[in-house]
C-alpha cells in the first residue's frame, strides 16, 4: 500500500501532471487530485489500485518505513536502465 505523499512523490519523480496521471488511470483529474489532497483512504479500492498499477507499470517501488527511514518511492533500476 502507499499513501497521499507518495502518490505525489511518484508523479514528481516521473515528472508527471495530475492530468498526465489521470490519463494513465483513466480517472478523473477531480478525483487525482481529492487523492493528493485529502487521502486515499477517502478514495475507492478500485481507485487506488488503478493508481498504484500506473506507478509500478512506469517503474516505480513504493518503499515501506524500516529500520533505515520512513516510506518513500523509487524508480526500479530496470526502469532507468539502457
Known amino acids: 500500500m502507499f499513501n497521499e505523499a507518495q502518490m505525489r512523490a511518484a508523479r514528481a519523480l516521473l515528472g508527471l501532471s495530475q492530468g498526465d496521471l489521470a490519463a494513465r488511470t483513466a480517472l478523473s ?17 478500485a481507485n487506488v489500485e488503478a493508481v498504484k498499477r ?19 518511492v523509487r524508480l526500479r533500476r530496470d526502469a532507468f536502465e539502457g
Open 29 to 45: 483529474l477531480p478525483t487525482i487530485k481529492r487523492m493528493e489532497t485529502l487521502g486515499i483512504d477517502r478514495s475507492t479500492a
Open 54 to 72: 500506473a506507478f509500478e507499470a512506469a517503474g516505480v517501488e513504493f518503499l515501506a518505513a524500516d529500520a533505515s527511514g520512513g516510506v518513500g
